[in-house]
């Protein structure tokens, strides 16, 4: 049996992925910490690829002199964009301040709306 992970995609700070059939060409879903845990027990005998849509949205240029390095909102835990809300706040950074705002609305409505379906 021939198998592969692909990392597809990350909601809510966490990381998704897939394990391919590669015979059969069946798909299950698993989570991106799986696919990992699988590819090191392996020892690298079930590839682990990132899907190319996500590793161009993830990624972030390097630049030698910053003092810190950039991460996408979306991979963030809703408790540190809180925790850098109050920050932004505090700082008078109004625009940054929306923007996790919004992250944060986002978020809530997506759960709220996950639950909603649950419920149903």
């Known amino acids: 049996m021939s198998l592969s992970l692909i990392i597809t995609d990350v909601d809510k700070g966490a990381y998704n992925a897939v394990i391919n059939n590669e015979d059969t060409q069946?798909?299950?879903s698993?989570?991106?910490v799986e696919a990992?845990?699988?590819n090191k027990i392996s020892n690298d005998k079930i590839p682990l690829y990132v899907d190319?849509?996500?590793f161009l949205r993830q990624s972030s240029k390097f630049n030698m002199q910053a003092e810190g390095v950039a991460?996408?909102?979306n991979a963030l835990p809703?408790?540190?964009?809180?925790?850098t809300l109050g920050k932004a706040v505090a700082a008078e950074n109004y625009e940054l301040a929306s923007q996790l705002r919004d992250e944060i609305n986002r978020r809530k409505k997506t759960d709220k709306h996950i639950n909603n379906e649950i419920k149903e």
Do not use: F
């Open 36 to 38: 990992v845990l699988l």
């Open 71 to 73: 991460l996408p909102v």
């Open 30 to 32: 698993i989570s991106g």
């Open 26 to 28: 069946k798909h299950m």
């Open 52 to 54: 190319e849509a996500l």
């Open 78 to 83: 809703v408790s540190m964009l809180e925790k």
